[in-house]
C-alpha cells in the first residue's frame, strides 16, 4: 500500500506526448499494489491507470503480462486493456523505469465473499480461461510446483522457527503432494493470483479481474487450486464446502471440468497452499523490521495446509 | 503520503447507506494528505472523495471546516462541496472516527510553478477570499502570530541544533516581525496553506483549492504572505520577484489591495517564514527516525527567512 515513485506534472505531461489519450484533468496516487506505483489518472478523453513498474517485475516478462492482458480484452474479457502508445507499444519509460497505461476498470473487492460471491468469482475465472485461449505468448510458472522444493530448502529453518516441527510437517505434505502431481491437464494461461481483492464485482455479479503480473502457463485447474484456498477458507481457519462447491459451480457454468480435474482439486489446492506458505514464509523472513509493507502472515497458510494434510472434501460423489 | 484507516466493501455499503448518493462502482484509497484517509468513490452518480480524519484535525474544527468549504461552493468557488448525509449533516462517522463525503475536484497541481501560474494562483486566493465573505464560522488561527513566541520557546535547543546561532537569530526575527505586525487590515477565513500542491490547474488556468483544513480567521494579506513563501522562491532560495509580482497582480485582478495592505506584505511574508518554519522544526524534531512520514526540511524556510531578514522587494513603487 504505497506509492513508490513521485511524478511531477512535467514530468507526467512528457510522458503523455507519447500517447493519444488526450490531455490530463486530473492525476492521484493510488495505494494499491504493494510493488508497483499505481496512478489513477483521468484525462478529457477517459480515465486510465498508469502504472510504474518497481522491483519485484522483471521488465522481461512485462511484454507477457501486457499482452495477456490485451489479449483477454480483446476476447471479451473484462480486464484493464492496456493503451499502445504513439508507437504501437504497449510499455513505455518513466524516471527510467518501464511505465504502462492500462483502461480504468470499475468495481468493487469483496473483504468476505459469500458462496454468491465465490460462485460468481469461479465464473469469471472460467471466463479468463476461456478468453486466454488462444494466447501465443508463454511463460513458465517459475513459481509452479517444479519451484517449490527449492523454494523449501532454505526455509527449513525459518519454519521450524515459527512452531517447531513444521520443517518435517511440510516436508512430508510437499513430498506427498507432488508424488501425485497430475501431468496432463488441461493447460493454458493461468491468473496464479486470483484472491478477492484482484477480482471486482458489481452489483454482486462478477466485474473483472486485475493484477496479472504472476500470469504463466501452467496447468488451468491449478488455478482453481489457489483460488478455493483464497476464497473458501472461514476467518476461524476452517474450510467452507458451500463456498468451495459454488465456486466450481460457477466455474463449471462456463468451462466443464474434466473428471480427472474434479478429482485432483483437493490435491492441487494441497500444493497450492503450499506454493503461498513458502513464498509468504520467505518474504516474512526476508522483510526487516519496521519495513513500510507489512509481510503477509504465513500462519495463514500453514493453517490452511493442516486442513488439507486432513483432506478436503469437494464432492459428494467423490 | 498514506492510507492509515483500510475501510471494507461492507464497511463502505454501511456507510453509504446513510447518503443519497447512489451505489459504489469504485473506491481506491489515494496517496495524497498526510493527516487524514482519502478514498476516491465512484457511484451510479458521479465521483467523490471520502475523508476520514485522523490524528491532527480536531474534530470540534470540523463544522467550521466543512462549514466553510460548502460556503465556497455556495458561493461559486471551485472547491470541493461537502455532500450532507440523508440527516442533513456533513460529518458522519466510519470505525469511529469522523468522515465525510465531498465532491471530486478535477485539476492538477504544478510542481515547479512558472509566474503565469503566480498569476492564476493570486487570482484563486483572491477568488476565495471574496467568496468567503459573509460566512459565519469563526476560528480562532492558533498558528497565527500570536502563537509563534508560545511555539520558538520550547524550540530554541532544536534551532541551536540545527545551526549554531539560529535560536538567536529566530528571535531578533521573531521581535522584529511583532514589534511591526499590523491590526485592522482587511479581515476573513483565510486559507492558511496555500502551496502549490493545494491548488488546481486545468489547461494553465486556476481550477480550484484543497485542503482546507488550517483555515481561519485572521487578516487576508497574510494568506499572501504564506503563498508567497510557497509559490515565489526558486529551488536554489532565492526569491523570485516577478513571480511575486505576478501572484501579487493576479490577486489584485479580483481584489485591490490597500495601501497599508500592499505596504505590509514583505512583513507579512516574513512572519509566514517564521510560521512554517517554526512547525516544520517543531514536526522535524517529533517525528521518530524511521517514520512512515518525512517531515518537511525546517532548513528550507531558514533560508527563506534569511532572505527576508535581508529584505524583499516587491514594488517598484515602494
Known amino acids: 500500500m ?26 492521484k496516487g493510488i495505494a494499491e499494489g504493494v510493488e508497483n506505483s499505481n496512478f489513477l489518472l483521468e484525462t478529457d478523453r477517459g480515465r486510465f491507470f498508469l502504472t510504474i513498474y518497481e522491483r519485484r517485475v522483471r521488465a522481461a516478462d512485462l511484454p507477457f503480462f501486457l499482452g495477456f492482458m490485451q489479449h483477454l480484452a480483446q476476447h471479451g474479457f473484462p480486464s484493464a486493456t492496456p493503451i499502445p ?13 518501464p511505465a504502462a497505461i492500462v483502461s480504468f476498470l ?10 454468491a460471491h465465490c460462485r460468481e468469482a469461479g465464473r469469471g475465472l472460467a471466463w479468463l480461461h ?25 526455509l527449513r529453518g525459518a519454519a521450524e522457527a515459527l512452531k517447531p516441527g513444521l520443517a518435517a510437517t511440510v516436508e512430508g ?59 473458501c477458507f472461514e476467518p476461524d481457519g476452517s474450510f ?15 468451462r466443464r471440468l474434466s473428471p480427472a480435474e474434479r478429482a485432483t482439486l483437493p490435491l492441487l489446492a494441497h500444493g497450492a497452499a503450499l506454493r503461498f506458505f513458502l513464498t509468504r514464509l520467505h518474504d516474512w523472513g526476508a522483510t526487516p523490521a519496521g519495513a513500510l509493507v507489512r509481510p503477509k502472515d504465513p500462519l495463514e497458510y500453514e493453517r490452511k495446509l493442516a486442513v488439507h494434510r486432513a483432506g478436503i472434501h469437494l464432492f459428494d460423489e467423490i
Chains 1, 2 share one sequence.
Open 2 to 27: 504505497a506509492v513508490y515513485t513521485d511524478i511531477s506534472d512535467d514530468e507526467l505531461a512528457a510522458f503523455l506526448r507519447e500517447y493519444d489519450i488526450g490531455a490530463p484533468l486530473s492525476f
Open 85 to 97: 502508445n504513439r508507437q504501437g507499444r504497449l510499455i513505455g519509460e518513466l524516471r527510467g523505469k
Open 106 to 115: 470499475t468495481g468493487l473487492s469483496v473483504r468476505r465473499p459469500t458462496p
Open 130 to 154: 476461456e478468453a486466454g485461449h488462444g494466447f501465443t505468448g508463454t511463460r513458465a510458472n517459475d513459481l509452479g510446483h517444479q519451484a517449490w522444493i527449492g523454494l523449501f530448502e532454505p
Open 173 to 231: 505434505d510437499l513430498l506427498r503432494v507432488l508424488e501425485d502431481w497430475p501431468d496432463g491437464l488441461p493447460d493454458g494461461v493461468i491468473h496464479a493470483d486470483y484472491f478477492p481483492d484482484n477480482v471486482f464485482f458489481r452489483a454482486e455479479a462478477f466485474a473483472g479481474a486485475i493484477d496479472f503480473y504472476f500470469a504463466a502457463n501452467d496447468q488451468l485447474a491449478y488455478d482453481i487450486g489457489i483460488a478455493l484456498n483464497a476464497w
Open 240 to 254: 467452507n464446502v458451500t463456498a468451495a462447491r459454488a465456486f466450481v459451480a460457477g466455474y463449471e457454468s462456463r
